[in-house]
């Protein structure tokens, strides 16, 4: 088992959004930080749904933009839609929402990782948290890797004991195709953390080729685009449209139909 010999003040494990804005907030508050992702070439990967903003997450967007934080200055260097919603109704519930390039976000934020000075980042699958009477003092990899720390930030989003439900099958993973961190969710309960299950729906994706979108409601994006961080002065990058479509009577046979298979329904989720 080795050692790694540098020792960090802040250890962030998982590079989703949390994990990136952590180890951004550690190490310009001059922590030396460590972010260790399962997948390096996964950081900030959107695997849900590809856009920043919305009626609720856009105030939390920008609440993090004004005290620093990198989420909604990535999306107006990625975006390639940006619209003001709910533009009829009053200013309390208006809100911006950005649709992103996820393989541009996904590059711009690594990026921006890799440029921030005293950062490391290490890909490798935390299984331990080690701890010293009630003192947590580092982690452990998979490989047997130890990182020496005095915090340990956990930014696992879906991987602690990650389940996929599709209809009546189900499988472990963090998300599609990368494994879930079973051992570390082990390690958490072993030192006396409680877990809980949170669910998530993510609806399927299809080939845009297959759509004839002369039948869909085109949806252009606001123009000029609204950024979403107060530092961004213009949107540059190529916008473009998004399109509506609606269920009818046929989609809604298919759902009825197969309703009763739906982790929802069976309460497997």
């Not at 890909?123 to 009630?134: D, M, S």
């Not at 994006?221 to 399109?243: A, N, R, W």
């Amino acid at each position: 088992m080795a050692q790694y010999k540098k020792e960090y003040d802040v250890i962030v494990v998982g590079g989703g959004h949390a994990g990136c804005e952590a180890s951004l907030a550690s190490t310009r508050m001059k922590a030396k930080t460590l972010l260790i992702t399962s997948s390096l070439d996964n950081i900030a990967h959107m695997s849900c749904n590809p856009a920043i903003g919305g009626l609720g997450k856009s105030q939390l967007v920008r609440e993090i933009d004004a005290l620093g934080g990198e989420m909604a200055r990535n999306i107006d260097r990625t975006g390639i839609q940006f619209r003001m919603l709910n533009t009829k109704k009053g200013p309390a519930v208006q809100a911006p929402r950005a649709q992103a390039d996820r393989r541009n976000y996904r590059i711009s934020m690594r990026r921006v990782l890799e440029k921030q000075k005293n950062l490391d980042i290490k890909e490798g699958l935390v299984e331990e948290i080690i701890v010293k009477g009630e003192r947590i003092i580092g982690i452990r990899t998979q490989t047997g890797i130890k990182y020496k720390g005095k915090a340990v930030i956990i930014a696992t989003g879906t991987f602690l004991k990650g389940l996929i439900l599709m209809g009546k099958v189900s499988f472990p993973a963090g998300r599609m195709d990368e494994s879930p961190a079973d051992r570390l969710s082990d390690s958490l309960k072993k030192i006396g953390l409680k877990l809980a299950r949170l669910n998530t729906c993510t609806p399927p994706r299809i080939e845009g080729k297959t759509v004839d979108f002369s039948k869909l409601l085109k949806q252009p994006g606001d123009s000029p685009p609204p950024p979403l961080s107060f530092s961004t002065k213009e949107i540059k990058t190529k916008q473009i449209p998004c399109y509506l479509t609606f269920t009818n009577d046929a989609t809604h046979r298919v759902i009825k139909k197969n309703l009763k298979d739906s982790p929802l329904i069976t309460g497997e989720a």
